[in-house]
């Protein structure tokens, strides 16, 4: 991402448009706080803003001071600067300990980016991503359409909405249910690595007309962006990191003016998506929110805070936490406990052992999993 601003300091917006690593940028500076700074450039931003002091860095905040040297380097360029921030909207949803969040970019007269902010790299922000899946709409959904329709209404020109992570998914939301009128005025939405909608919805959802301008982009090791059901078209990426990390925008690899081709999802990618696409289908919202809360508490138990703490060093917590979560009364003979078991199954099945394990058998770890299948408790019984 820095390289590619580097490359195009002095591309301006209108010689050269929009591109889908431009919209990574904006997304990934909707992460940051712009109250005071309305009707203000990124040049002017740049200069005034208040940056965290890197003394309390924390693996929490660590991409938000990255966020901040990002701006730093905007505000600098001439492709950047004279971005106005033309609002910036953040609300409390009383229902999730997400608030709503969204900053409006003026690029020029005639376009403007409403990037809506998503969840951060902090197993948390997954469990706040997976709720899309057993409720909806939820109001963070509803505040982001109200939001899109009042800025809309309140400027001439072109649009583009976009967002990472569940920021995504309030982008495509607020697309599909804005009138026809206002559908006109959008040229893309861009959902990066965002979860979609629930199955049963997508027959009403997913018409040409809401579809047609949706741009999917996701990692190879995508697993928040196949969860649930999308549409539009879909682009497959390369990233600099492994797995779930992967989800990280400053891992996104650049190839000029677009991101870098990947062939196909990856093998954990496939894995995950199959098991949960499968299994999710056969549970009632309350049966899906335990599994949610089932899953989390698995990493929670892990000693998990972030993403990157999701590595080979750490994989050996993480699989006794899965087997602790298997063993458990309350997840032996119920539809939820056997998703987790399936897709913990899955997971260890997918990972390359040789790239990213230390030396575990897999093979006793399977087998552990496998027995504690109701059918195998029946034997034991007997």
Request: proline letters at 2%.
């Amino acid at each position: 991402m820095f390289d590619y601003i580097e490359e195009f300091a002095n591309a301006s917006f209108k010689t050269f448009e929009l591109t889908e690593i431009d919209n990574a940028i904006f997304c990934r500076l909707s992460y940051l706080n712009f109250e005071g700074f309305e009707g203000k450039s990124l040049k002017y931003a740049a200069q005034n803003f208040n940056y965290t002091n890197e003394e309390s860095l924390t693996k929490a905040n660590k991409n938000i001071i990255k966020t901040e040297d990002l701006l730093k380097l905007l505000g600098a360029t001439k492709r950047y600067g004279n971005i106005v921030i033309s609002s910036f909207r953040e609300c409390a949803d009383k229902n999730s300990p997400t608030a709503f969040s969204a900053t409006a970019f003026r690029i020029h007269d005639k376009l403007h980016y409403i990037a809506y902010r998503g969840t951060d790299e902090t197993l948390l922000s997954f469990y706040e991503d997976a709720e899309l899946a057993y409720d909806f709409p939820i109001e963070v959904q509803l505040a982001a359409l109200k939001y899109t329709k009042e800025l809309m209404k309140q400027h001439r020109g072109r649009f583009v909405l976009g967002g990472h992570s569940k920021g995504g998914n309030l982008a495509m939301f607020s697309f599909m249910f804005l009138d026809k009128k206002l559908k006109k005025k959008v040229d893309a939405v861009y959902n990066n690595d965002g979860p979609g909608f629930p199955k049963d919805l997508a027959p009403v959802l997913f018409t040409k007309e809401n579809c047609e301008k949706i741009i999917n982009i996701s990692p190879e090791d995508s697993i928040v962006g196949r969860m649930l059901e999308t549409c539009g078209r879909s682009i497959i990426i390369k990233s600099s990191a492994v797995a779930v990390a992967q989800h990280n925008l400053f891992t996104w690899i650049t190839n000029g003016y677009e991101f870098e081709r990947a062939d196909n999802f990856s093998m954990l990618s496939n894995y995950v998506e199959d098991s949960l696409t499968s299994s999710l289908d056969t549970l009632s919202p309350e049966d899906l929110k335990k599994t949610v809360n089932a899953i989390y508490s698995i990493a929670k138990n892990s000693g998990l805070t972030t993403l990157e703490d999701i590595n080979k060093s750490n994989y050996g917590n993480i699989l006794l936490s899965v087997l602790q979560a298997v063993k458990s009364d309350g997840n032996a003979n119920n539809e939820a406990g056997e998703i987790i078991k399936t897709l913990s199954k899955s997971l260890v099945n997918s990972v390359d052992i040789e790239k990213r394990l230390p030396n575990i058998d897999i093979g006793r770890i399977k087998e552990l999993i496998d027995s504690r299948k109701p059918e195998s408790r029946k034997k034991d019984d007997n």
